[in-house]
């Protein structure tokens, strides 16, 4: 399991600093992010299931 504070301070990073990062950290930034991107897709397809033409019900 990733560590808050690693993952907090991988997200802050600046565009120029990521040349910085090394391997290691750079593989940890790019997993976070595909679980990410994952989770809101899922809970997309989740919405969608729900309310399939897409009417807000807010």
Do not use: H, W
């Not at 990073?13 to 679980?35: A, C, H, T, V």
């Amino acid at each position: 399991m990733i560590k808050l504070k690693i993952l907090q301070e991988l997200l802050n990073i600046e565009q120029e600093n990521l040349k910085k990062l090394d391997s290691e950290k750079l593989r940890l930034l790019i997993g976070s992010l595909r679980y990410s991107v994952r989770q809101c897709e899922r809970e997309l397809n989740s919405r969608f299931a729900d309310n399939p033409l897409g009417i807000s019900t807010e």
